[in-house]
């Protein structure tokens, strides 16, 4: 039987300014759901989950700059 992470952390895969949280702490996301929206080079990129689960935290606001790597978001999948 295949384990189930903990956590599942949603990083930024570039150097962005973050425009929306799109999320609350405690909501339910499927896989697919925008929870952050970034912006960089004047393009909206949309943060996009892989996985299901219950946003357990959000480490950004809207207006942060945001490096390649750090978390965005934190879920407990199911």
Do not use: W, Y
């Amino acid at each position: 039987m295949a384990r189930t992470p903990s956590s599942i952390e949603i990083l930024a895969e570039m150097v962005a300014n973050v425009l929306s949280v799109d999320c609350e702490v405690g909501d339910t996301v499927g896989a697919g759901d925008t929870v952050v929206l970034l912006e960089s080079m004047k393009m909206e990129i949309p943060v996009l989950t892989e996985h299901p689960g219950t946003v357990t935290a959000i480490k950004v606001t809207a207006g942060d700059v945001v490096q390649e790597g750090d978390v965005l978001v934190v879920l407990a999948p199911f």
